[in-house]
């Protein structure tokens, strides 16, 4: 791998392309009501594209109240809620007008189910094929229209956001005659029993928290309270002043359409369109690994000579829910990077609609698995190297609204240091008292995390099996488990001396709530059992579980000696006093080695180590263990 200088900043793509499928042809399709109340409570209809993001209007305590006062006229307060929004505007407890749009929202919504509600109970089939059921579920356009214009008076949304209202009405209408023409063509829907609110109730409450959703993605946009931000982005290297300005200048023309957009300013990012890779999964990864090898070139992050890929699917399994498949997948991937051949394994399963998925819609769950991947790959060979440098992936909300589309269809890539990644996603590790970023908050950067990360390289997680198999710690395990296990391990990228021990299936993830409620105790020491390999060998267990009872019997026998204790029934969670029961008898029987915890809380990790190894472990830095939980 070759360190490069940096080099002039690459071209900046242009906008996003909008993805909106033209309507489905009307036909029977089941659960279509569903997908319809799901889009609708997530806010995922689609909407045309619309001009410009206006700017924001003034974020004074003033302002905000005089748009308060003019959302109280059209009706979206009430006398009690308006004097309640005052004092928290007063208060510094609102200071946006997202946060207004938000409190109108919550002011509609009852507080519990009300006489006004729909019946609980599952409709008449009868109501259901005549389409009068449908007519209480579905809302009355022009009430939402008239809602929509109400809004537009207040001041509290963008004539941006207000086009995005008007084309969502659009399409709850749209959706609501696709409906009616799927029953009457003798389709089937489903309709779930419960409580529901009244159709037009109901899409008021969505229209304003999509109005306060949009509306809190263009305050983001805000230049002056991205300022300070962008100013530690370039002081860290992450972005240079050339690019500083022209982000600037977009962000006061109003031209940046997304908060994601701003990394298209960087040329430590690269955005990647899911959809537009090859269909060939082979192919795919190899587009995958040419656009993040020349990231890193482009980016004077590093040269990495990247070779053949291949992709090999080990798995594929149909798992059926109501009418509809779902594909599963794991998928080895291979390439040679800088000479060395590395591999790694990634899970992609189907993310799309289902109505997407009938028009041929790209799998991008999968694809986006892919991209994981080729990220972990490319990481692997940069550590191996000695940079300082990792390829970490941000997937931008979901602003493609359409129910046909698959969510998470762009991903940008980034090639930052650990601490430049700190500061960009708001995570641990950032310069004291360093802005937060204004923009967005996640991305997937996990190895970026440990810092004992970069000691990790493939060489060293080499010499850490050698370190393992000499001190016994690997004796026990049958030669095909072992070899099986080593291949898990040299596809796994790993980041903590921990990853390896779980690799090899040395750790035992232990949730204090019960999987197994059948025979719950006897799973526990079956598993621990597995974990000593071959050390703890309980016989004849005996478990009198049962989640009605006060108290349990649990019973084994070990080395000759039966050991028994009654276990307090607490739920479905496991008694601690196992554990001192099966210490007990491990103890009596002498048997060499202990179960060690490796993290307290809910979800415990155990390993079963001798003394000796436990003290070599520890000295090397491969092992950290906590006294027992109480």
Known sequence: MERLPLSPSPALSGPASSYLPPPPACRPVRLLLVLLRFALSCGVLGFAAAGAVAQPLPRTPEALKTVAARLHAAGFFNAAAHDDVRRQITAGRIDSRADLLSEAARALTPTGPSPGWLPTAEPDPAAIESGAFLDALLPNPDTLRASVGRLATTGAVSDRTHRRLVAFVDEVEAYADTLRTVLAQGGGISVYPGAHLPATLLHEIELLQLAATLTETEERMDPARAAPFLDALVAA?????EERARLSAALEAGTVAEPADVLRYTARARRIDLRALPDDDTALTAALLDALTTLLRESGVARV?????????EQRVERWVPDEPDTLRTAVLSATLDG?????????GYEGSPLGAERGVPDTGYRRALADGVRTLLNRALRDGGSPYRLSTYVPEHTDLSPYAPRDTVVFALALTRAQAALLFNRDGRPAGAPLNPFFS????????AP???TFTTTRVRAVVERLRALGVLDGIPPDTLAGRLRVLERRYVAHPHGILDALGLVLRLDWEMSDATAPYRALLES?????????RPESIEDGYDYDAERVPVAFTLGGQRYSATMEVQGDWYDPAVFDLIERAMTEAGVEGRFLYLSPGYDTALVFLTEPQRQALEADGLLFTLPDPD
């Not at 290297?237 to 002043?241: N, S």
């Not at 996640?442 to 995390?449: G, Q, R, S, T, V």
Request: hydrophobic letters at 45%; a negative charge; zero cysteines.
């Open 237 to 241: 290297d992450v972005l240079r002043p």
């Open 452 to 454: 004992t990360e970069p």
């Open 340 to 348: 060395q051949r590395y591999e790694t394994a990634v899970f992609g």
């Open 305 to 313: 000579a990247g070779g053949p890929v291949a992709v090999a699917v």
């Open 442 to 449: 996640y991305a997937h950067f996990e190895p970026l995390d």
């Open 528 to 536: 621990l059992a597995a974990l000593s390999r071959g050390a703890f």
